[in-house]
């Protein structure tokens, strides 16, 4: 029988990351759609940065170690990416709330 392999992230960034959904979560249901979105915007361009400065970004399956890591150019390409997409939702976060499909029209 497989053991499962222990989780690749420390639990003090598990609970980072479970903090920071929660709190995206309930500004959209409790504050509204551009204050949700105000928020994704924050953290799409904080896990870009953070992403850059660590020079990797992991891949795989959740709960497992990363598969690979991409690197170099390409990493910073997908960062760069992410970046643009959070300045996106800073500058239109009407029209980004459409083009994301976060709209209820």
């Known amino acids: 029988m497989a053991t499962k392999e ?4 420390s639990s003090e960034s598990s609970i980072f990351e479970i903090v920071v959904f ?3 979560v309930a500004l959209f249901v409790f504050v509204g759609n551009k204050a949700g979105a105000r ?6 361009i904080f896990g870009a940065v953070w992403q850059q ?3 990797r970004i992991p891949y795989g399956w ?19 990416i992410l970046a643009a997409l959070g300045f996106f ?9 459409d083009v994301l499909c976060w709209s209820s029209n």
Request: glycine share 14%; charged share 10%; no cysteine.
């Open 6 to 9: 222990p989780q690749s992230h």
């Open 22 to 24: 929660a709190v995206v």
């Open 39 to 44: 928020a994704v915007r924050g953290v799409m």
């Open 53 to 55: 400065l660590k020079g």
């Open 62 to 80: 959740e709960g497992r170690k990363p598969s690979g890591f991409l690197t170099g150019g390409l990493a910073t390409v997908v960062n760069l």
């Open 89 to 97: 939702v800073l500058v239109w976060p009407a029209v980004a709330m």
